[in-house]
């Protein structure tokens, strides 16, 4: 693998723990980077205001996926406002810097949470 990525960014991209789909989602998001290809889809459990569960589906490269399984487990316990505060360099330091060519995967994660937390609406 490239030593420029933390071994916490490895350990996510090689074992991600929140890849998949959840079904009858409260909340669905999807964000695309033409430039790169990379395409992330987060799918959210929102019960009483507070993100219950957390998934993600992406196509895309190591720091992609490594980043969209990080703001996975960030979510979940979080409520709808918290969530909305995150940020790609939160997500960045949480695996430990991605290198910098690299940090729009993160962003990616942003905007996809974003278009989801958009989408959702309260019964």
Excluded: W
């Amino acid at each position: 693998m490239d030593k420029e990525y933390s071994e916490e960014t490895i350990d996510r991209f090689q074992d991600p723990e929140y890849s998949g789909e959840i079904e009858n989602a409260d909340a669905v998001g999807k964000a695309g980077n033409p430039s790169c290809g990379d395409v992330l889809k987060v799918f959210l459990k929102i019960e009483d205001n507070v993100i219950k569960k957390a998934r993600f589906k992406t196509y895309g490269c190591i720091a992609a996926i490594a980043s969209s399984d990080e703001l996975c487990e960030m979510l979940e316990g979080k409520t709808v406002e918290e969530a909305r505060k995150i940020t790609g360099k939160d997500i960045s330091q949480e695996l430990g810097e991605l290198p910098p060519v690299k940090y729009h995967c993160s962003v990616l994660g942003t905007e996809a949470l974003k278009d989801a937390l958009d989408n959702y609406k309260e019964e």
